[in-house]
């Protein structure tokens, strides 16, 4: 199962000469499910009343928008802040509050596991919720000053959209590309955000014997680690059969990872990742929450 999940994760960001006709095969899905995203995606936005920085980007998967959430609530934060996300691969339902900003109410089995990293590395509170808009009144009821709503480019509210532009290699649209929407959507984004450009990873990775992870893209890690590495679906939820064999190694693992492994006996080392944002951009974010505090929304 593993290298069936391996086959089509290359074929979506790192094709080879074999996969192109599996992406010719999928071509034509993929122009139907680009009409279908452009008629579905929101043309009127409605007004909750409270500031939301959005984060998303264009790709499937990981390009960043759980660290870049932290800077965000890190740099501001001296005003509330909330954070608002679907809790992708979670048990529970509904809204459940992961953090009240003071502490964690729930396990990470009920918030999943970006939810468990943004509340162990921030003083927001954090919220999971199906329906984003239950999500931001719970928040708004709180007390947040402001919102961010991860992976939020296109829910139908208003909002400052920050959306991260990852080039891949496959330039076509899901299900023969790695695209969620077509690169002409990001005119719909506030800011363009690119690596290098925008912001940059400072990544501080510890010594250890092996590297075991389960978020989206894993390869990209190898370009600061050289040695044994282990590497599971995105979202993984991880069984003790997987990690005796590993139970006398040192663990060199990231912060999402860690907040499902640290309930197993094991040696574990966190990556430290952190975003560096320019200060151009910050000061954009910081002029939008000022705007909406004096409209007197």
């Not at 009343?49 to 959430?69: M, W």
């Not at 931001?136 to 509210?157: S, T």
Request: charged share 30%; proline share 5%; with cysteine.
């Amino acid at each position: 199962m593993r290298k069936v999940y391996e086959f089509f994760e290359n074929m979506l960001f790192y094709p080879r000469w074999y996969h192109y006709p599996l992406i010719l095969f999928f071509l034509p899905f993929s122009f139907l499910y680009m009409i279908i995203v452009f008629f579905k995606f929101p043309k009127r936005y409605e007004d909750l009343k409270v500031p939301i920085i959005s984060i998303g980007n264009i790709i499937v998967g990981g390009s960043g928008k759980t660290p870049l959430s932290i800077a965000i609530i890190n740099y501001f934060k001296a005003k509330k802040a909330a954070v608002v996300l679907r809790g992708y691969g979670r048990k529970s339902k509904g809204v459940v509050v992961v953090s009240d900003g003071k502490n964690i109410l729930c396990e990470v089995e009920d918030s999943g596991d970006e939810a468990m990293e943004i509340a162990i590395s921030t003083n927001a509170i954090v919220i999971v919720s199906e329906d984003r808009k239950k999500g931001i009144l719970k928040a708004k009821e709180m007390g947040a000053e402001f919102i961010v709503l991860d992976d939020g480019f296109d829910k139908p509210f208003k909002k400052f959209n920050l959306v991260i532009d990852e080039k891949i290699k496959n330039p076509f649209c899901l299900p023969a590309g790695g695209y969620r929407y077509p690169r002409f959507f990001l005119k719909f984004a506030d800011i363009v955000l690119e690596e290098n450009r925008d912001f940059k990873r400072i990544v501080n990775v510890p010594k250890g014997d092996i590297l075991i992870s389960a978020i989206s893209k894993p390869k990209r890690i190898l370009k600061w680690w050289k040695k044994e590495y282990r590497f599971f679906p995105d979202h993984y939820e991880y069984k003790w059969r997987d990690l005796i064999c590993f139970r006398e190694k040192e663990i060199v693992t990231t912060k999402k990872d860690f907040v499902k492994l640290k309930k197993y006996p094991l040696k574990l080392k966190v990556i430290d990742l952190k975003i560096e944002l320019k200060s151009d951009i910050l000061r954009q974010i910081e002029e939008y929450l000022i705007k909406f505090h004096k409209k007197g929304n």
